[in-house]
């Protein structure tokens, strides 16, 4: 049980594009999902935290204009990366709890994001 | 604050060896502890939790005890395998105003050498 699904896997594209990575919970309602980022061989950081129905909390140093972050159902989030640049390029993840109380976060598989 | 302190890395055993990954942490209140693994290329997968003092949690092979004294989650497995080879998180989890919010160490690697 408690699985994360996050689509897609590797995504490749040019500067300037638009990229939009979904997650899902495919046997619990998420109550909660977060997204991180991590660059090689480091540690994640949370980039935001959104609940469903309201508005994601963004980390401090973290652009709200362009990581867009949606969580309009218990069971998907979507982060887009809006105008897409060569720095953007890193590997994200998400993840996702249900309401209860000391529920872990489950991962998923995360996103290789290749910005040319 | 909140913090998480790993051992660094890289850890290099041999097949069968007893197997230690330092963790402690600073915390406001009575977090939860986490270890998660992370396999090359992939997302982290729940390995163990503990959600309070002298808690220990367990899961293939893998354990480790809520020490409130020592504020440590060390992970420790008696006998590794090749398939161990990962990076290991260790995390906690506190309560913040809009939700509850993980913390991760910086990740310790294991290698394990047939």
């Known amino acids: 049980g408690a699985v994360v699904s996050q689509h897609p896997s590797w995504v490749i594209c040019k500067s300037g594009t638009s990229v939009k990575i979904e997650c899902r919970s495919l046997?619990?309602?998420?109550?909660?999902m977060f997204w991180y980022r991590q660059f090689p061989k480091q540690s994640l950081m949370l980039m935001a935290t959104?609940?469903?129905?309201?508005?994601?909390?963004?980390e401090q140093g973290v652009e709200k204009d362009k990581f867009l972050i949606n969580h309009a159902s218990l069971t998907l989030s979507t982060l887009t990366v809006t105008s897409a640049h060569p720095e953007d390029s890193s590997f994200y993840i998400c993840?996702?709890?249900?309401?209860?109380?000391?529920?872990?976060?489950?991962f998923g598989d995360g996103t290789r994001l290749s910005i040319l | 604050g909140n913090s998480v302190t790993q051992m660094e890395g890289p850890v290099t055993l041999s097949e069968e060896a007893f197997l230690t990954i330092n963790c402690t942490y600073t915390?406001?209140?009575?977090?939860?502890l986490f270890w998660y693994v992370q396999y090359p290329g992939e997302g982290l997968q729940l390995l163990l939790k503990a959600t309070k003092a002298d808690d220990k949690g367990s899961n293939k092979g893998f354990e480790a005890t809520y020490r409130k004294e020592t504020t440590s989650f060390h992970l420790e497995k008696g006998s590794v395998q090749v398939s161990d080879s990962a990076v290991y998180f260790c995390?906690?989890?506190?309560?913040?105003?809009?939700?509850?919010?993980?913390?991760f160490g910086a990740g310790t690697i294991l290698r394990v050498k047939s």
């Open positions: 995390a906690l989890n506190y309560r913040m105003e809009y939700g509850n919010k993980l913390v």
């Open positions: 046997d619990f309602q998420a109550t909660t």
């Open positions: 915390a406001t209140g009575y977090p939860s």
């Open positions: 993840s996702a709890r249900d309401g209860r109380a000391y529920q872990p976060q489950h």
């Open positions: 959104s609940n469903e129905g309201s508005k994601a909390t963004y």
